[in-house]
Protein backbone atom coordinates (compact mmCIF):
# COMPACT_ATOMS: atom_id res chain seq x y z
CA UNK A 1 0.00 0.00 0.00
CA UNK A 2 1.40 3.31 -0.37
CA UNK A 3 -1.96 6.32 -1.44
CA UNK A 4 -4.81 7.50 1.71
CA UNK A 5 -7.53 5.22 0.40
CA UNK A 6 -4.96 2.01 0.87
CA UNK A 7 -4.54 2.65 4.55
CA UNK A 8 -7.91 2.62 4.97
CA UNK A 9 -8.75 -0.24 3.20
CA UNK A 10 -5.85 -2.59 4.83
CA UNK A 11 -7.25 -1.79 7.89
CA UNK A 12 -10.00 -4.11 7.90
CA UNK A 13 -8.13 -6.94 6.56
CA UNK A 14 -5.38 -6.37 9.52
CA UNK A 15 -8.22 -6.38 11.99
CA UNK A 16 -10.13 -9.16 10.89
CA UNK A 17 -6.42 -10.99 10.36
CA UNK A 18 -6.19 -10.48 14.22
CA UNK A 19 -9.45 -11.53 14.44
CA UNK A 20 -8.91 -14.57 13.17
CA UNK A 21 -5.71 -15.50 14.70
CA UNK A 22 -7.23 -14.72 18.25
CA UNK A 23 -9.22 -17.80 17.73
CA UNK A 24 -6.63 -20.08 17.96
CA UNK A 25 -6.94 -22.39 15.02
CA UNK A 26 -3.97 -24.04 13.69
CA UNK A 27 -3.68 -21.92 10.56
CA UNK A 28 -2.22 -18.65 12.48
CA UNK A 29 -1.62 -15.95 9.92
CA UNK A 30 1.36 -13.38 9.91
CA UNK A 31 0.79 -10.22 7.95
CA UNK A 32 3.54 -7.95 6.92
CA UNK A 33 2.46 -4.25 6.06
CA UNK A 34 4.68 -2.69 3.45
CA UNK A 35 4.35 1.08 2.42
CA UNK A 36 5.68 2.10 -0.44
CA UNK A 37 5.74 5.81 0.54
CA UNK A 38 3.66 6.69 -2.88
CA UNK A 39 1.76 8.96 -0.46
CA UNK A 40 4.06 10.60 2.58
CA UNK A 41 2.75 13.69 3.69
CA UNK A 42 1.73 13.02 7.87
CA UNK A 43 -2.21 14.27 7.05
CA UNK A 44 -1.84 11.53 3.63
CA UNK A 45 -0.44 8.82 5.46
CA UNK A 46 0.50 8.62 9.20
CA UNK A 47 -2.45 10.18 10.48
CA UNK A 48 -4.63 7.29 9.45
CA UNK A 49 -2.38 4.90 11.45
CA UNK A 50 -2.87 6.62 14.54
CA UNK A 51 -6.78 7.18 14.13
CA UNK A 52 -7.76 3.74 12.96
CA UNK A 53 -5.55 2.53 15.63
CA UNK A 54 -4.10 -0.30 13.29
CA UNK A 55 -0.17 -1.97 13.47
CA UNK A 56 1.87 0.17 11.45
CA UNK A 57 3.89 -0.75 7.94
CA UNK A 58 7.47 -2.66 9.18
CA UNK A 59 8.67 -2.02 6.18
CA UNK A 60 8.76 1.73 3.97
CA UNK A 61 10.27 2.34 1.01
CA UNK A 62 10.28 6.14 1.05
CA UNK A 63 9.11 6.24 -2.83
CA UNK A 64 7.53 9.32 -2.82
CA UNK A 65 6.26 11.60 -6.18
CA UNK A 66 7.89 11.42 -9.29
CA UNK A 67 7.03 10.35 -12.91
CA UNK A 68 4.59 7.78 -13.15
CA UNK A 69 7.68 5.46 -14.86
CA UNK A 70 10.40 6.22 -12.20
CA UNK A 71 7.60 6.39 -9.35
CA UNK A 72 6.10 2.66 -10.16
CA UNK A 73 10.06 1.42 -11.17
CA UNK A 74 11.43 2.17 -7.81
CA UNK A 75 8.32 1.17 -6.03
CA UNK A 76 8.78 -1.87 -8.29
CA UNK A 77 12.38 -1.96 -6.86
CA UNK A 78 11.88 -2.01 -3.36
CA UNK A 79 9.11 -4.51 -3.48
CA UNK A 80 11.50 -7.04 -5.61
CA UNK A 81 14.07 -6.92 -2.82
CA UNK A 82 11.79 -7.26 0.25
CA UNK A 83 10.47 -10.72 -1.62
CA UNK A 84 14.21 -12.12 -2.42
CA UNK A 85 14.48 -11.72 1.38
CA UNK A 86 11.54 -13.18 3.07
CA UNK A 87 9.09 -15.55 1.51
CA UNK A 88 5.38 -14.81 1.56
CA UNK A 89 2.73 -17.13 0.82
CA UNK A 90 0.94 -14.10 -1.20
CA UNK A 91 0.91 -10.58 -1.60
CA UNK A 92 -2.00 -8.59 -1.10
CA UNK A 93 -2.68 -5.19 -2.93
CA UNK A 94 -5.68 -3.03 -3.02
CA UNK A 95 -7.51 -0.84 -5.46
CA UNK A 96 -5.97 0.81 -8.62
CA UNK A 97 -3.10 3.24 -7.54
CA UNK A 98 0.57 2.78 -8.70
CA UNK A 99 1.41 0.91 -5.74
CA UNK A 100 -0.77 -1.98 -6.33
CA UNK A 101 0.54 -2.48 -9.81
CA UNK A 102 3.81 -2.14 -8.69
CA UNK A 103 3.41 -4.78 -5.51
CA UNK A 104 1.69 -7.04 -7.93
CA UNK A 105 3.82 -7.13 -10.68
CA UNK A 106 6.81 -7.61 -8.02
CA UNK A 107 5.20 -10.36 -6.77
CA UNK A 108 3.77 -11.90 -10.22
CA UNK A 109 7.27 -12.09 -12.08
CA UNK A 110 8.88 -14.09 -8.69
CA UNK A 111 5.33 -16.34 -9.17
CA UNK A 112 4.47 -15.20 -5.12
CA UNK A 113 0.40 -15.37 -5.66
CA UNK A 114 -1.20 -11.89 -6.41
CA UNK A 115 -4.98 -11.54 -4.33
CA UNK A 116 -6.31 -8.06 -5.62
CA UNK A 117 -9.32 -6.33 -3.05
CA UNK A 118 -11.27 -4.29 -5.43
CA UNK A 119 -11.00 -6.04 -8.40
CA UNK A 120 -13.02 -5.95 -11.42
CA UNK A 121 -13.58 -1.88 -11.26
CA UNK A 122 -13.84 -0.49 -14.71
CA UNK A 123 -13.97 2.49 -16.06
CA UNK A 124 -13.47 1.51 -19.41
CA UNK A 125 -11.34 4.34 -20.78
CA UNK A 126 -7.72 3.38 -20.57
CA UNK A 127 -6.50 6.91 -20.36
CA UNK A 128 -7.08 6.69 -16.72
CA UNK A 129 -4.00 6.00 -15.00
CA UNK A 130 -6.06 3.68 -12.25
CA UNK A 131 -7.77 2.13 -15.00
CA UNK A 132 -4.32 0.67 -16.46
CA UNK A 133 -3.53 -0.38 -12.81
CA UNK A 134 -6.64 -2.27 -12.32
CA UNK A 135 -6.54 -3.84 -15.75
CA UNK A 136 -2.86 -4.98 -15.56
CA UNK A 137 -3.07 -5.95 -11.93
CA UNK A 138 -6.50 -7.85 -11.91
CA UNK A 139 -4.65 -10.01 -15.00
CA UNK A 140 -1.53 -11.06 -12.25
CA UNK A 141 -3.81 -11.99 -9.92
CA UNK A 142 -4.54 -15.42 -8.80
CA UNK A 143 -7.48 -14.13 -6.48
CA UNK A 144 -9.78 -11.68 -7.29
CA UNK A 145 -11.89 -9.97 -4.26
CA UNK A 146 -14.64 -8.36 -6.35
CA UNK A 147 -16.59 -5.51 -4.33
CA UNK A 148 -20.03 -6.06 -5.66
CA UNK A 149 -21.62 -9.00 -8.70
CA UNK A 150 -21.30 -6.56 -11.31
CA UNK A 151 -17.09 -6.31 -10.82
CA UNK A 152 -17.20 -10.27 -10.71
CA UNK A 153 -19.35 -9.64 -14.42
CA UNK A 154 -16.74 -7.36 -15.55
CA UNK A 155 -14.18 -9.97 -14.92
CA UNK A 156 -16.08 -12.83 -16.50
CA UNK A 157 -16.02 -10.59 -19.75
CA UNK A 158 -12.34 -10.45 -19.83
CA UNK A 159 -11.97 -13.91 -19.52
CA UNK A 160 -10.90 -13.96 -15.63
CA UNK A 161 -13.20 -16.71 -13.51
CA UNK A 162 -10.61 -18.65 -11.83
CA UNK A 163 -10.07 -17.42 -8.37
CA UNK A 164 -13.23 -14.57 -8.52
CA UNK A 165 -15.15 -13.97 -5.48
CA UNK A 166 -17.53 -11.58 -4.76
CA UNK A 167 -16.92 -10.46 -1.22
CA UNK A 168 -17.96 -6.88 -0.42
CA UNK A 169 -16.32 -3.44 -0.07
CA UNK A 170 -13.57 -3.37 2.67
CA UNK A 171 -14.59 0.76 2.76
CA UNK A 172 -17.76 -0.74 4.17
CA UNK A 173 -16.35 -2.55 6.69
CA UNK A 174 -14.17 0.06 7.91
CA UNK A 175 -17.27 2.76 7.69
CA UNK A 176 -19.54 0.62 10.03
CA UNK A 177 -17.27 -0.37 12.50
CA UNK A 178 -15.85 3.87 13.09
CA UNK A 179 -19.70 4.73 12.66
CA UNK A 180 -20.35 1.95 15.51
CA UNK A 181 -18.11 3.90 17.59
CA UNK A 182 -18.39 7.29 16.61
CA UNK A 183 -17.31 10.18 19.02
CA UNK A 184 -20.19 12.62 18.62
CA UNK A 185 -18.44 15.12 20.21
CA UNK A 186 -15.41 15.33 17.93
CA UNK A 187 -18.03 15.17 15.01
CA UNK A 188 -19.48 18.33 16.36
CA UNK A 189 -16.28 19.55 17.17
CA UNK A 190 -15.28 19.98 12.90
CA UNK A 191 -18.29 21.26 12.23
CA UNK A 192 -17.69 23.71 14.91
CA UNK A 193 -14.62 24.75 13.93
CA UNK A 194 -15.17 25.07 10.14
CA UNK A 195 -18.75 27.15 11.32
CA UNK A 196 -20.40 24.63 9.16
CA UNK A 197 -24.51 23.94 10.25
CA UNK A 198 -25.72 20.81 9.96
CA UNK A 199 -27.25 19.53 6.33
CA UNK A 200 -26.57 23.26 4.97
CA UNK A 201 -22.98 22.70 3.21
CA UNK A 202 -21.55 20.85 0.52
CA UNK A 203 -18.41 18.94 0.57
CA UNK A 204 -16.03 18.81 -2.27
CA UNK A 205 -13.03 17.07 -3.10
CA UNK A 206 -11.12 16.88 -6.72
CA UNK A 207 -7.66 14.67 -6.57
CA UNK A 208 -7.49 12.97 -10.21
CA UNK A 209 -5.08 13.81 -12.89
CA UNK A 210 -8.10 13.70 -15.43
CA UNK A 211 -9.40 17.01 -13.59
CA UNK A 212 -6.23 18.36 -12.15
CA UNK A 213 -4.68 18.21 -14.95
CA UNK A 214 -6.71 20.12 -17.05
CA UNK A 215 -6.69 23.88 -16.74
CA UNK A 216 -9.85 24.25 -18.00
CA UNK A 217 -11.66 21.41 -16.71
CA UNK A 218 -10.23 22.73 -13.20
CA UNK A 219 -11.34 26.04 -14.24
CA UNK A 220 -15.06 24.57 -14.80
CA UNK A 221 -15.28 22.54 -11.52
CA UNK A 222 -14.65 25.59 -9.61
CA UNK A 223 -16.92 27.75 -11.51
CA UNK A 224 -20.04 25.07 -10.49
CA UNK A 225 -18.76 25.13 -6.73
CA UNK A 226 -18.94 28.53 -6.89
CA UNK A 227 -22.12 28.63 -8.26
CA UNK A 228 -23.33 26.49 -5.68
CA UNK A 229 -22.10 28.94 -3.04
CA UNK A 230 -24.10 31.39 -4.81
CA UNK A 231 -27.11 29.25 -4.42
CA UNK A 232 -26.67 29.84 -0.86
CA UNK A 233 -24.85 26.55 -0.07
CA UNK A 234 -21.14 26.89 1.29
CA UNK A 235 -18.78 24.23 -0.11
CA UNK A 236 -15.71 23.08 2.20
CA UNK A 237 -12.87 21.70 -0.14
CA UNK A 238 -10.11 19.72 2.07
CA UNK A 239 -7.60 20.00 -1.11
CA UNK A 240 -5.58 16.88 -1.91
CA UNK A 241 -2.06 17.97 -2.95
CA UNK A 242 -2.19 17.21 -6.57
CA UNK A 243 -4.73 19.98 -6.41
CA UNK A 244 -2.88 22.12 -4.23
CA UNK A 245 0.06 22.05 -6.85
CA UNK A 246 -2.27 22.73 -9.88
CA UNK A 247 -4.27 25.43 -8.42
CA UNK A 248 -2.65 29.09 -9.62
CA UNK A 249 -4.80 31.03 -7.03
CA UNK A 250 -7.00 31.10 -4.43
CA UNK A 251 -10.36 29.10 -5.04
CA UNK A 252 -13.45 31.42 -6.37
CA UNK A 253 -15.49 33.07 -3.55
CA UNK A 254 -17.67 30.75 -1.37
CA UNK A 255 -15.19 27.68 -1.35
CA UNK A 256 -13.81 27.11 1.93
CA UNK A 257 -10.13 25.26 0.97
CA UNK A 258 -9.04 23.42 4.14
CA UNK A 259 -5.81 20.85 4.63
CA UNK A 260 -7.01 17.03 3.99
CA UNK A 261 -8.68 15.81 6.99
CA UNK A 262 -8.50 12.13 8.71
CA UNK A 263 -11.09 9.53 8.66
CA UNK A 264 -13.42 10.32 11.24
CA UNK A 265 -13.25 14.20 10.65
CA UNK A 266 -13.89 13.49 6.73
CA UNK A 267 -16.96 11.01 7.75
CA UNK A 268 -18.42 13.50 9.81
CA UNK A 269 -18.62 16.29 6.98
CA UNK A 270 -19.96 13.58 4.39
CA UNK A 271 -22.63 12.35 7.27
CA UNK A 272 -23.50 16.19 7.82
CA UNK A 273 -23.15 17.26 4.14
CA UNK A 274 -26.37 18.03 2.09
CA UNK A 275 -24.46 16.98 -0.71
CA UNK A 276 -21.09 15.24 -1.81
CA UNK A 277 -19.15 16.82 -4.84
CA UNK A 278 -15.87 14.58 -6.00
CA UNK A 279 -14.44 12.95 -8.46
CA UNK A 280 -12.92 9.87 -5.76
CA UNK A 281 -14.19 6.90 -5.75
CA UNK A 282 -14.28 5.75 -2.21
CA UNK A 283 -16.42 9.28 -1.67
CA UNK A 284 -18.85 8.03 -3.94
CA UNK A 285 -19.39 4.89 -2.23
CA UNK A 286 -19.40 6.48 1.40
CA UNK A 287 -21.75 9.17 0.61
CA UNK A 288 -23.94 6.28 -0.94
CA UNK A 289 -23.21 4.62 2.33
CA UNK A 290 -24.25 7.63 4.24
CA UNK A 291 -27.26 8.13 2.58
CA UNK A 292 -25.82 11.95 1.31
CA UNK A 293 -26.88 12.50 -2.08
CA UNK A 294 -23.53 12.89 -4.29
CA UNK A 295 -22.42 14.40 -7.37
CA UNK A 296 -19.72 12.85 -9.48
CA UNK A 297 -17.82 15.53 -11.10
CA UNK A 298 -16.54 12.78 -14.03
CA UNK A 299 -17.87 11.52 -17.17
CA UNK A 300 -18.25 8.20 -15.53
CA UNK A 301 -17.63 6.05 -12.70
CA UNK A 302 -16.75 2.48 -12.05
CA UNK A 303 -18.87 2.38 -8.90
CA UNK A 304 -21.92 2.60 -11.11
CA UNK A 305 -24.69 0.78 -8.61
CA UNK A 306 -24.54 4.19 -6.52
CA UNK A 307 -26.51 5.78 -9.76
CA UNK A 308 -29.06 3.83 -10.10
CA UNK A 309 -31.73 5.54 -7.27
CA UNK A 310 -30.39 8.60 -7.77
CA UNK A 311 -28.24 9.36 -4.68
CA UNK A 312 -25.31 9.67 -6.84
CA UNK A 313 -25.33 11.77 -10.43
CA UNK A 314 -22.49 11.96 -13.17
CA UNK A 315 -21.95 15.48 -14.04
CA UNK A 316 -19.30 16.12 -15.52
CA UNK A 317 -17.69 19.63 -15.43
CA UNK A 318 -20.16 21.90 -17.10
CA UNK A 319 -20.78 24.10 -14.31
CA UNK A 320 -24.42 25.07 -14.65
CA UNK A 321 -24.55 21.19 -14.65
CA UNK A 322 -22.84 20.85 -11.25
CA UNK A 323 -24.76 23.48 -9.75
CA UNK A 324 -27.94 22.63 -11.03
CA UNK A 325 -26.76 18.35 -9.73
CA UNK A 326 -26.19 19.88 -6.51
CA UNK A 327 -29.56 21.63 -5.58
CA UNK A 328 -31.51 18.47 -6.66
CA UNK A 329 -34.07 16.81 -4.54
CA UNK A 330 -33.09 14.58 -1.71
CA UNK A 331 -33.72 10.61 -3.57
CA UNK A 332 -36.37 9.00 -1.53
CA UNK A 333 -35.28 5.49 -3.18
CA UNK A 334 -33.87 2.74 -0.99
CA UNK A 335 -29.89 2.35 -1.10
CA UNK A 336 -29.87 -1.54 -2.06
CA UNK A 337 -26.44 -3.33 -0.23
CA UNK A 338 -24.99 -3.88 -2.89
CA UNK A 339 -21.46 -3.47 -1.95
CA UNK A 340 -21.31 -6.39 1.07
CA UNK A 341 -22.44 -6.74 4.84
CA UNK A 342 -20.05 -5.29 6.24
CA UNK A 343 -17.86 -8.32 6.77
CA UNK A 344 -16.01 -8.21 3.55
CA UNK A 345 -12.36 -8.85 5.28
CA UNK A 346 -13.78 -11.27 7.71
CA UNK A 347 -14.50 -13.25 3.91
CA UNK A 348 -11.12 -12.82 2.43
CA UNK A 349 -9.15 -13.64 5.59
CA UNK A 350 -11.71 -16.74 5.42
CA UNK A 351 -10.68 -17.38 1.40
CA UNK A 352 -6.77 -16.48 1.93
CA UNK A 353 -6.74 -19.10 5.11
CA UNK A 354 -8.56 -22.10 2.50
CA UNK A 355 -6.07 -21.23 -0.04
CA UNK A 356 -2.88 -21.03 1.95
CA UNK A 357 -3.99 -21.96 5.65
CA UNK A 358 -2.14 -24.98 5.15
CA UNK A 359 1.42 -24.68 3.91
C1 LIG B 1 -3.11 8.42 -6.16
C2 LIG B 1 -3.71 7.34 -7.05
C3 LIG B 1 -5.22 7.48 -7.13
C4 LIG B 1 -5.84 7.56 -5.75
C5 LIG B 1 -5.17 8.67 -4.98
C6 LIG B 1 -5.72 8.80 -3.58
C7 LIG B 1 -2.16 6.61 -8.78
C8 LIG B 1 -1.85 6.65 -10.22
N1 LIG B 1 -3.18 7.40 -8.41
O1 LIG B 1 -3.25 9.66 -6.84
O2 LIG B 1 -5.75 6.36 -7.81
O3 LIG B 1 -7.22 7.81 -5.87
O4 LIG B 1 -3.76 8.43 -4.91
O5 LIG B 1 -5.30 9.99 -3.00
O6 LIG B 1 -1.52 5.90 -8.03
N2 LIG B 1 1.84 14.65 -2.96
C9 LIG B 1 2.21 15.36 -1.83
N3 LIG B 1 2.16 14.72 -0.63
C10 LIG B 1 1.77 13.43 -0.51
C11 LIG B 1 1.40 12.72 -1.67
C12 LIG B 1 1.43 13.35 -2.88
O7 LIG B 1 2.56 16.53 -1.88
O8 LIG B 1 1.74 12.91 0.62
C13 LIG B 1 1.85 15.35 -4.26
C14 LIG B 1 3.06 15.07 -5.09
O9 LIG B 1 3.52 16.26 -5.59
C15 LIG B 1 2.56 14.21 -6.24
C16 LIG B 1 1.08 14.53 -6.31
O10 LIG B 1 0.71 14.94 -4.99
O11 LIG B 1 3.22 14.48 -7.41
C17 LIG B 1 0.25 13.35 -6.72
O12 LIG B 1 0.52 12.21 -5.91
P1 LIG B 1 0.51 10.73 -6.54
O13 LIG B 1 0.78 9.78 -5.47
O14 LIG B 1 1.35 10.68 -7.75
O15 LIG B 1 -0.96 10.50 -7.06
P2 LIG B 1 -2.35 10.92 -6.45
O16 LIG B 1 -2.87 12.06 -7.25
O17 LIG B 1 -2.32 11.11 -4.98
Aim: aromatic share 6%; proline share 5%; hydrophobic share 40%.
Amino acid sequence: MGARPQFIKSTAVSQAIDAHNEHGDASEMAETLLHTGQHYDDEMSDVFFRQLQVRRPAIHLGTGSGSHGSQTARMLQGIERVLLDERFDVVLVYGDTNSTLAGALAAAKLRVPVAHVEAGLRAYRKDMPEEINRVLTDHVSSQLFCPSRRAATNLRREGITAGVSVVGDVMYDVLSGRLATADEDAQERILERLGLKRGAFALATIHRAENTDHASRLAAIFKGLSQVAGDGLPVVFPLHPRTRAMLDSEAPGGVHLISPLPYDEMLSLMMNAHVVMTDSGGLQKEAYWLGTPCVTLRAETEWTETLEGGWNVLVDVEPDAIAGAAMRPRPDSARPPVYGAGDAAEKIVRLLVAEFGNV
